[in-house]
Nanobody, 117 residues
């Protein structure tokens, strides 16, 4: 059974930091591109950061460049999102996403991040 289990969300003051984790099971993690998306209140789900291949090709959403860092540990089947200098506008549900460069896509259940001003 495929699972993507996010953790690390919570409430933080503006300027603070959080580290999200997503641990995968049920598929060959190293063969998948791993990404983080978020959905802010009243808005569409958007890409935050994507680690497209194990060799480190990375894409960041414009709103988080320079503040967020994505990383993965294939030995632990885990992808991380380090978030610094958080802003109230970063408040969202953050979702883990896995894609096998083909037809298979998996989503986690999401973890809430709330940044207070």
């Amino acid at each position: 059974q495929v699972r993507l289990e996010e953790s690390g969300g919570g409430v933080v003051h503006a300027g603070g930091s959080l580290r999200l984790s997503c641990t995968a099971s049920g598929f060959v993690f190293s063969g998948y591109a791993m990404s983080w998306y978020r959905q802010r209140p009243g808005q569409k789900r958007e890409l935050v950061a994507g680690l497209r291949r194990a060799d480190g090709e990375i894409e960041y959403g414009d709103a988080v460049k320079g503040r967020f860092t994505i990383d993965r540990d294939d030995a632990q089947n885990t992808v991380y999102l380090e978030m610094k200098a958080l802003k109230p506008d970063d408040t969202a549900v953050y979702y883990c996403h896995a894609w096998n460069y083909g037809p298979l896509i998996y989503w986690g259940q999401g973890t809430q991040v709330t940044v207070s001003s």
